[in-house]
């Protein structure tokens, strides 16, 4: 049972955002390149427990794309401007998969005061060796060019 996607613009980028369930927040975030909807047996699952967010990233799903590169930094700066704009109360528990705990795990770095717990899956708290970012990088210019 998801409900419609909200739209939230977040440092100049219209963010999609599935947003159920009340209480405690729980925020999922996806991994390269996928959306929220790699959530939506969570999202059904989890919000009869629990307020439960998976917002798109930028540039993924059905939000908003910029120019140029984006840091998981910056993707980080996001979801911490998007738990404001949704008036989240904190301290919430962020989930990433993948490429997603990359950003759940700056988030911590960054806003530990906010995060009452974190679950990473089928990630890495390290940056990726010189091989496997332009493996990385190969693979979103193919998916820039022919789609997921």
């Given amino acids: 049972m998801m409900r419609a996607l909200r739209r939230e613009t977040v440092h100049g980028v219209e963010l999609a955002v ?3 369930g009340q209480g405690h927040t729980l925020m999922l975030v996806h991994g390269f390149p996928l959306d929220h909807t790699i959530w939506s047996a969570q999202l059904g699952a989890l919000a009869a427990r629990c307020r ?3 917002p798109d990233l930028r ?7 910029t120019r140029g590169t984006v840091t998981m930094e910056q993707l980080a700066d996001d979801l911490a401007v998007l738990a404001e704009a ?9 989930c990433g998969l993948s490429m997603g705990g990359y950003v759940a795990f700056q988030f911590w770095r960054k806003y530990s005061e906010r995060v009452a717990g974190l679950i990473l899956c089928d990630t890495r708290a390290e940056a990726d060796d010189p091989s496997a970012a332009a493996a990385r990088r190969e693979t979103a210019e193919r998916v820039l060019a022919e789609g997921p």
Avoid at 86 to 94: D, G, H, N
Wanted: charged fraction near 10%; aromatic fraction near 4%.
């Fill in 59 to 65: 540039g993924f799903g059905q939000s908003g794309v």
């Fill in 52 to 54: 439960v967010i998976a």
């Fill in 18 to 20: 599935a947003d159920c």
């Fill in 86 to 94: 949704l008036a989240v109360e904190v301290p919430l528990v962020l």
